[in-house]
């Protein structure tokens, strides 16, 4: 099952990740959106996550530069936390996800052949192969009633 939470760090957000066996941060290459990562992988560190972390970084203008982002923070996040985040993929930039976004259609729909379509697949792909934590006897479900209880 995934997720897709609101951005930022709210009580709900923190909710639905802590819950999960598996965890996606997505950046970009804006230093806001970096700082906002790493603020997240803190608070899931101070609130003993025990699942995976993966992190995307979307809207990268080369692989080069996205790969860059995510060895930064990856290892900022090692050396200050001394927490693992996986590799989950870097999309690039591509100007087909908004006009998909306009057309109200997911991006992979509209433009089946694109590479961006391609690059989203491969992440799945990738991701759905990667080992998440052990689950927690606890089900999901329960997980996230608790943490809004």
């Known amino acids: 099952m995934v997720i897709d939470t609101a951005a930022g760090i709210s009580k709900s957000v923190i909710s639905f990740c802590l819950a999960a066996d598996h965890t996606l941060l997505v950046t970009t290459p804006e230093p806001t959106a970096m700082t906002d990562v790493y603020a997240m992988i803190k608070v899931l560190f101070l609130n003993n996550y025990q699942g ?9 203008e080369s692989l080069v530069e ?5 060895r930064q923070i990856a290892e900022v996040a090692e050396r200050f936390l001394n927490v693992e985040v ?15 976004v306009r057309k109200r259609e997911p991006v992979v729909l509209a433009y089946p052949g694109s590479a961006i379509t391609s690059s989203i ?4 792909a990738r991701l759905g192969k990667g ?3 052990k689950p927690i006897s606890e089900g999901f479900f329960r997980k996230v009633v608790n943490w809004f209880l």
Do not use: P, Q, T, W
């Open 86 to 100: 996986h590799y989950g993929a870097v999309l690039l930039r591509d100007e087909r996800v908004g006009n998909a």
């Open 131 to 133: 080992s998440a934590a």
């Open 121 to 124: 697949v491969a992440m799945a």
């Open 52 to 60: 995976r972390m993966s992190l995307v970084v979307n809207m990268a």
């Open 66 to 70: 996205g790969r860059k982002i995510y």
